[in-house]
């Protein structure tokens, strides 16, 4: 048996127990132990901290009844059991897929994950085949998402109180997005410009969840720029790629000559810039002129470089 196995059932056993369980007890229960005591001894303490370095919160208590007192351990399904998050299936296989594949630079990261379906290697954790930055903040606005709490924190010297909606990765950064209570609209803040402490109302709170589909999908949304609709004529050519990377909805002006003029809320320009540059000479940034005016002093800053 290897040490995943072992660890499985050290948890399933854990899990299963209505009272503490001591050290002998677990060791008759859970295969894969060697039959020396210091070498079970050695083994169980190293598998004891190992699940507790994934979040599984393995509890010490005294074993009642016993004499002389003798430590026991389980784990309380309170405490271990993620809210429901209220995940699609296609969510939930998308997150199990990124639990076995991607490391989260957080050890409250990797819990959530691993409660919902990572797996561990032998020696530890998964390799990495790519590794998101997390942070202080994830797990426990992730609790907050999926328990339907208003949370209060500070963000850029204000105090902020949201409903959170959707946490989401894009160009290297978390970002938390949902109804902001005083603003009276929807708001996205970075994770790592979060101020703490970050305050949790209780359960049920918030207002309703949003639909995953209306939450800002595009990079030149990500932003914390004060919000311009830019608008961008894209010639025939390309009008249908374009149109079906920025959707239908966002089609202001469709042109006898199968050209289209798109409108973009824009919050992030650098990305909004990046986009509008991929069609070359297929596409002109038509307006507003603030926005025209920061593309053409781009380029020319970068023609005297």
Request: charged share 30%; proline share 7%.
């Amino acid at each position: 048996m290897n040490r995943l196995e072992r660890l499985i059932n050290l948890t399933a056993a854990l899990l299963a127990a209505e009272r503490p369980l001591s050290a002998e007890e677990l060791r008759a229960r859970v295969p894969g132990y060697a039959e020396d005591k210091v070498a079970f001894r050695r083994a169980f303490e190293r598998d004891k901290e190992t699940l507790r370095d994934l979040g599984v919160p393995v509890t010490v208590e005294t074993v009642a009844d016993a004499t002389p007192p003798v430590e026991g351990y389980r784990v309380l399904k309170e405490a271990y059991y993620l809210p429901d998050p209220d995940l699609e299936e296609d969510e939930l296989a998308a997150l199990h897929l990124a639990a076995s594949a991607v490391r989260l630079d957080v050890a409250n990261g990797v819990e959530a994950l691993w409660k919902l379906g990572g797996e561990v290697a032998e020696s530890g954790p998964v390799p990495a085949v790519a590794a998101l930055p997390g942070g202080a903040h994830l797990a426990p606005l992730f609790a907050a998402i999926s328990a339907r709490r208003t949370i209060a924190f500070g963000y850029k010297g204000r105090r902020r109180r949201l409903d959170p909606h959707r946490l989401t990765f894009r160009n290297g950064h978390w970002y938390l997005s949902g109804d902001d209570r005083d603003a009276g609209e929807d708001r996205m803040f970075r994770l790592d410009r979060i101020e703490l402490p970050v305050e949790s109302g209780e359960a049920g709170s918030a207002g309703p969840r949003r639909s995953l589909a209306a939450a800002p999908a595009s990079p030149w949304e990500l932003g914390e720029g004060e919000p311009v609709v830019a608008r961008l004529w894209v010639d025939a050519e390309q009008a249908a790629w374009a149109a079906g990377n920025v959707g239908p909805d966002a089609v202001l002006e469709r042109r006898d000559d199968g050209s289209i003029v798109l409108e973009a809320r824009v919050t992030n320009r650098d990305a909004f810039r990046s986009f509008v540059l991929g069609f070359l000479d297929h596409a002109e940034l038509v307006g507003p002129p603030e926005l025209r005016d920061d593309l053409v002093a781009w380029l020319e800053a970068q023609c005297r470089a």
